[in-house]
């Protein structure tokens, strides 16, 4: 147990807002991109990972508007041709390729050197194995385009999450 270093001499009382998570506001912003109709996201966390994820959602045609604690996310259909930075944000780079199958258009992706060496195997053969036309050079990791055709095949999918735990859903 933690001991406080003053004692106080009355109550106190009061609030403290704790910041929310980049992982989960990411996860907020592209479940909003993929609803059918406006969601309003209150308190997400704002950081390098999060500003990449909105950048690149609206490079993809999603409207995203921030006042003050409020975030509203319109979505909009998905369109090509974009640029997406992933910096080295994970969960831009595992949680956008996909969006951008349902994209129409090429969707490029890059980020900072030590994205490339993270991995993205898991992502690319599972989409490839849908029908999702993506160049990789062999190495898959990125830079790596996306061809969206608008749609993703169905089909069943198995997906190794033994490399990162952003390739499986969370429970919060």
């Not at 974009?82 to 129409?104: E, H, Q, S, W, Y």
């Not at 749609?151 to 969370?170: H, L």
Request: glycine share 10%; hydrophobic share 40%; proline share 8%.
């Amino acid at each position: 147990m933690w001991s406080a270093p003053f004692r106080a001499s009355k109550p106190i009382s009061g609030a403290i807002n704790i910041p929310g998570s980049k992982s989960v506001t990411n996860r907020a912003l592209v479940l909003s991109a993929l609803a059918s109709s406006p969601s309003t996201l209150r308190r997400g966390l704002r950081s390098r990972d999060t500003d990449l994820m909105i950048k690149a959602l609206s490079s993809l045609g999603v409207k995203i508007e921030i006042e003050e604690d409020l975030w509203k996310i319109t979505p909009a259909p998905l369109m090509g041709p974009a640029g997406i930075d992933v910096g080295n944000a994970g969960t831009v780079m595992r949680f956008l390729p996909p969006l951008a199958a349902l994209a129409k258009g090429l969707i490029s992706f890059d980020g900072d050197p030590r994205s490339h060496q993270r991995p993205l195997g898991p992502v690319i053969k599972a989409l490839e194995s849908l029908g999702v036309s993506i160049e990789h050079q062999g190495r898959y990791s990125l830079p790596l385009v996306i061809n969206g055709a608008g749609y993703i095949n169905g089909g069943e999918v198995e997906i190794d999450a033994s490399a990162s735990s952003q390739f499986s859903p969370r429970s919060y």
